[in-house]
């Protein structure tokens, strides 16, 4: 899952370094986020219209920025691996894990929340409805001539 994020760095340092000198007379830098924050991403922070959105079938991480020894993220549809210390590309977290959806999770808003050294902070995401992923047995295909009359 990590591999994403190598790959998406490598492509976003590749574009900066043909758009920077003009990116870096129009942008300022990001503000450090306060201790306390948690967000759900999909594995990359680049495309924050993802921010707190479950993304079925890619690689997703919960990303907390908290103090404290012992951080632990938890949700009633989600399960967490591979806690990883330190920034996290595009965030200002200190932690991270990846993510899978619990089977037989519903489409809906539920709870993400960090706790750390006796603090909780929480924040509300969403799982999208499951897509139709096998087309249905006798189901016309454009294209295929079945349509021909």
């Known amino acids: 899952m990590r591999k994403t994020v190598v790959f998406v760095a490598a ?6 370094a043909l758009t920077g000198p003009a990116m870096a007379q129009s942008t300022s830098p990001a503000p450090s986020a306060k201790a306390g ?3 759900l991403n999909v594995n990359t922070a680049i495309n924050q219209t993802l921010v707190d959105k479950y993304v079925r079938d890619a690689p997703n991480v919960a990303l907390a920025k908290c103090e404290g020894p012992s951080p632990a993220f938890s949700s009633p549809v989600l399960t967490f691996s591979n806690y990883t210390p330190g920034p996290f590309m ?3 977290a200190n932690i991270s894990a990846d993510v899978e959806l619990k089977p037989g999770a519903a489409a809906g808003s539920y709870p993400l929340t960090v706790t750390c050294g006796g603090q909780t902070y929480t924040t509300q995401f969403t799982v999208p409805a499951a897509q139709v992923a096998k087309v249905p047995s006798g189901a016309a295909k454009a294209g295929d001539g079945s349509m021909a009359g």
Do not use: E, L, S
């Open 11 to 16: 492509a976003v340092i590749g574009t900066t």
């Open 37 to 39: 924050m948690v967000q």
């Open 90 to 92: 595009g965030v200002d």
